[in-house]
């Protein structure tokens, strides 16, 4: 099986912080950070142009997938990916992660 590649962005860690409701599931947080890629460097809307519609505060969030290059955006967020899933966005494809690793596992 090919490896994989953890990436995030300093937003979205700030995000994720911010809707965790214990100092216990921060500091987990925090240990999942130190074996992830952070991506601190995410282009302004301003440079780049985005083919889909999606809410000022999600933004980052794509285009933190695109300047990493990944393959794949996961996110649990159906109210404002959803309607992404299963799509391929400058060469980023949106899944859900359960959906990623059903993919992956060959199920």
Do not use: W
Not at 12 to 18: S, T, Y
Not at 37 to 65: C, G, H, M, Y
Request: net charge positive.
């Amino acid at each position: 099986m090919q490896a994989v590649e953890l990436v995030t962005s300093v937003y979205a860690l700030r995000e994720a912080r911010r809707n965790l409701d214990s100092d216990a599931r921060r500091a987990n947080l925090a240990d999942l950070a130190k074996s992830l890629t952070v991506i601190r460097d995410v282009p302004s809307e301003a440079s780049v142009a985005l083919p889909v519609n999606l809410p000022e505060k999600d933004r980052p969030v794509l285009l933190a997938a695109m300047r990493a290059k990944a393959t794949h955006l996961l996110t649990g967020d159906k109210q404002h990916f959803g309607p992404y899933y299963g799509q391929t966005v400058e060469g980023v494809l949106i899944l859900p992660p359960a959906e990623y690793l059903r993919i992956r596992s060959g199920k």
